[in-house]
């Protein structure tokens, strides 16, 4: 692991210096982090608006990572879907709900009921055209 800077990652420096060097050697800054991700996320969006398997697969995604308890992450997949396809403000007027509102209830502290998320999945479904059944494995 790095050394000296909490904000260090297992990358090469832009200063040369590599593992072996006298300072330690591996780091990136945050603010490299935060351009890497925006990319991401553009990339994503990207190949949602043009791939409807990948759509799908994201979709079917948020719904398995909510199936297994994991709010977090099933929130963050759906609203990154959502923003990708239809966005807040379409998904708002055929829910007859804020944008705001709805953007709360997928963020990082929003709790929304099961009723909403169901309503929200259902309204994804009908807007994409798919419908997704529950398979039981043993």
């Known amino acids: 692991m790095p050394r000296g800077n909490p904000a260090c990652l297992p990358f090469p420096c832009s200063g040369g210096g590599g593992r072996n060097s006298p300072g330690g050697g ?5 603010e490299y982090i935060k ?10 969006r990207a190949r ?14 948020a719904i398995e990572r909510l199936m297994a308890g994991d709010l977090a992450a099933g929130k963050a997949v759906l609203r990154d879907f959502i923003k990708a396809t239809s ?7 055929t829910m007859h709900k804020k944008p705001e509102s709805l953007i709360r209830m997928l963020g990082p502290k929003g709790n929304p009921t099961a009723q909403n998320i169901f309503r929200i999945i259902a309204e994804i479904q ?10 039981i494995v043993h």
């Open 48 to 61: 949602v608006r043009r791939d409807p398997e990948f759509r799908a697969g994201l979709l079917k995604e």
């Open 87 to 93: 966005g807040f403000e379409g998904l708002s007027r």
């Open 35 to 44: 351009v890497s991700t925006r990319g991401i996320k553009d990339t994503v």
């Open 126 to 135: 009908k807007q994409e055209g798919l419908h997704f059944e529950i398979k």
């Open 26 to 30: 591996y780091h990136i800054t945050r």
